[in-house]
């Protein structure tokens, strides 16, 4: 399994930017597909992003399609979430995960990651 420690969030203005960096341990980085989540209070955790193992494929949920941008840095053993343009309802704690998965990106469902960080607060105030 890869440790996973997420950091950036904090409190923004609705139409903000924001960028969560998820720093993972281990050799093996490369091996894992990558994803955010996010879960507000009282609501169910929900997906937000993912991304390939090479970094060549992403996928986001429709709710933040055009606003949100997943990268990583094997080099660096990093997975980064570019926010803009937040809106109130994106407040929650934003997860980071690893899949070993072999499926697509696109179907990577939440039991595909079998590790995940302590999460990192994202407020947006109105």
């Known amino acids: 399994q890869v440790q996973l420690v997420e950091s950036g969030g904090g409190l923004v203005q609705a139409g903000g930017s924001l960028r969560l960096s998820c720093a993972a341990s281990g050799r093996t980085f490369s091996s894992y597909a990558m994803g955010w989540f996010r879960q507000a209070p009282g609501k169910e955790r929900e997906f937000v992003a993912a991304i390939s193992r090479s970094g060549g494929v992403t996928y986001y949920a429709d709710s933040v399609k055009g606003r949100f941008t997943i990268s990583r840095d094997n080099a660096k053993n990093t997975v980064y979430l570019r926010m803009k343009s937040l809106k109130p309802e994106d407040t929650a704690v934003y997860y980071c995960?690893?899949?070993?998965?072999?499926?697509?990106?696109?179907?990577?469902?939440?039991?595909?990651?079998?590790?995940w960080g302590q999460g990192t607060q994202v407020t947006v105030s109105s």
């Open positions: 995960a690893a899949s070993s998965s072999s499926r697509y990106v696109e179907r990577l469902l939440q039991p595909d990651f079998g590790s």
